[in-house]
């Protein structure tokens, strides 16, 4: 079975974080929820997210640069980032998210629909791309294994060109290991 979407709620605040897992009820993600920038680097470290919603104003470390760190490392570099936070709309600030990787900026109070909306297309995205990730998978080893058994009828043919008084019994041995992919 495919693995799960996950999304990463990052918020200082416990009620925004609890706000946010209903917002995304229904939707076919699992909401992981963190309290700090430093919390979110370290889940980084161990799970894979579809999508990033991250409170852009924290303590010690801020928004921005926990996208920084994001951005920064290979494994999470691509994961899309939505900041969320509740200054009043600033254009610096909102720059300021683009510039360092955001695929958005939504001020609070948001409209719930429309959070899910964005969510639901980076999670249709990311299931999507974890699908041709295992035909490519699929097709890797479709192609190894059709390598092997060209190898063997070649060397099957090669015996019986050699001719000698076992080729026969030779080149069907190798047919036959063949035809049970060994």
Excluded at 1 to 22: C, G, S, T, Y
Aim: charged share 30%; proline share 3%.
């Amino acid at each position: 079975m495919a693995e799960r979407a996950k999304a990463l709620l990052v918020d200082d605040r416990r009620d925004n974080l609890m706000a946010l897992e209903a917002i995304l009820q229904g939707l076919p993600v699992q909401a992981v929820a963190v309290e700090s920038g430093e919390a979110a680097l370290k889940q980084l470290l161990v799970d894979d997210f579809a999508v990033i919603l991250l409170d852009a104003q924290m303590p010690n470390m801020d928004g921005f640069e926990t996208a920084g760190h994001i951005k920064r490392r290979e494994r999470t570099r691509h994961v899309p980032i939505l900041f969320l936070t509740a200054a009043d709309r600033d254009a610096q600030l909102a720059l300021r998210g683009y510039a360092v990787g955001a695929v958005d900026y939504l001020t609070k109070p948001f409209d719930p629909w429309v959070l899910r909306a964005k969510v639901s297309i980076f999670v249709e995205l990311w299931t999507k791309n974890q699908m041709l990730k295992a035909q490519a998978e699929a097709t890797r080893e479709r192609d190894a294994q059709w390598a092997r058994l060209t190898e063997l009828v070649d060397e099957a043919a090669r015996v019986l060109r050699s001719g000698g008084a076992d080729a026969a019994a030779d080149a069907l041995d190798l047919l036959e290991k063949a035809r049970w992919g060994q």
